[in-house]
């Protein structure tokens, strides 16, 4: 039991290309999110997803788009890095079971430097 | 609006000495909220929640926090603090449909 898994760990990019963060639970969780982390800022939503088929937008999702096809996956694309998504990103799940309800499973982050 | 607010960002103590990290929250209605730890290059890991019933919770690690609903706070407290509790500690609150709103965060340093 793996829980949350995110790919890759570590990325640079250049300004302008584009990439795809990966994160996959194995909890069968209905709900899965994306954060990004900055430092004094917290953890701030980007998009999350209610179940397989659905996204949803969070509070920072300008310049990110996300798909969730398969329950289990929600994967985090950036189609034109900016400097300014230099961040470190986490995904998320939790449940819909009333002993879980709100509590959410982390990955270990993602570090991404755009240059 | 709905947020919660951390008001140090950093708590020094000394091995052994209790330790309270502050939080404090605005909502409309009931609160649901949570403390969570992120140890270094580590992602959130969840440490205590109160939905409801007694204010004061217990969670992992020996943690506990007190609910106070007249102050609007719920800090989190041990009794007696190890080096290994050096992390940075998050609260949050549900905030709409299975959203959390994070606090920006306190770092705890503990001493030997």
């Known amino acids: 039991n793996a829980g949350v898994t995110q790919t890759p760990k570590f990325r640079v990019l250049k300004t302008g290309q584009s990439m795809t963060l990966l994160c996959a639970q194995d909890?069968?969780?209905?709900?899965m999110y994306w954060y990004r982390q900055d430092p004094g800022m917290g953890l701030r939503l980007i998009h999350y997803?209610?179940?397989?088929?659905?996204?949803a937008k969070g509070e920072v999702p300008d310049g990110y788009n996300v798909s969730r096809l398969k329950k289990q996956n929600f994967l985090l694309g950036l189609e034109s890095a900016a400097p300014s998504q230099t961040s470190v990103y986490f995904c998320a799940s939790s449940s819909s079971t009333s002993g879980d309800l709100y509590e959410q499973y982390f990955g270990p982050g993602t570090r991404l430097t755009v240059t | 609006a709905q947020s919660v607010a951390q008001p140090e960002d950093q708590v020094n103590v000394a091995e052994g000495n209790p330790l309270t990290v502050k939080c404090t929250y605005s909502?409309?209605?009931?609160?649901?909220l949570f403390w969570y730890v992120q140890y270094p290059n580590r992602g959130l890991q969840f440490l205590l929640k109160?939905?409801?019933?007694?204010?004061l919770v217990k969670g992992s690690y020996g943690f506990e926090a007190e609910f106070n609903k007249s102050q609007t706070s719920f800090h989190l407290k041990k009794p007696s603090a190890l080096v290994s509790d050096s992390a940075l500690y998050f609260c949050?609150?549900?905030?709409?449909?299975?959203?959390?709103?994070f606090g920006t965060g306190t770092r705890l340093l503990v001493s030997p």
């Open positions: 909890m069968n969780h209905e709900y």
């Open positions: 997803s209610v179940g397989e088929g659905t996204t």
């Open positions: 949050a609150l549900v905030a709409g449909f299975q959203k959390l709103v």
């Open positions: 109160y939905i409801t019933g007694d204010n």
């Open positions: 909502v409309s209605g009931n609160p649901y």
